[in-house]
């Protein structure tokens, strides 16, 4: 775990985006970086394509970013799983 540094803008636009999805601004956070990062490595699917995959994922044990690349992009480390 780590720290990331975002504005003040993006701070309230998760505090109310978070509010609004019973989420905390952690959890939204992680959620916008998921499907961002999987908008960037699936660049045809759409945003319900993208939260199907997600779901997907959640039910086969939860998100693994190995099990989610396309066949041609190597895994970016070893070891990415959500916090149990």
């Known amino acids: ?3 990331v540094k975002i ?3 993006m ?6 985006a978070g509010n609004a999805l019973s989420r905390s601004i952690n959890a939204q956070a992680e959620h916008w970086m998921r499907v961002g990062m999987l908008s960037e490595l ?3 699917l759409n ?3 993208i939260s199907q995959m997600l779901i997907r994922a ?8 190995d099990g989610l690349l396309p066949p ?3 895994a970016i480390a070893p070891a990415v799983k959500r916090a149990a």
């Open 1 to 3: 775990m780590g720290i």
């Open 7 to 9: 504005s003040d803008r």
């Open 11 to 16: 701070h309230a636009d998760l505090r109310v």
């Open 42 to 44: 699936h660049p045809d």
């Open 47 to 49: 945003h319900r394509d």
């Open 58 to 65: 959640e039910q086969a044990g939860g998100f693994d970013l």
């Open 72 to 74: 041609t992009v190597p």
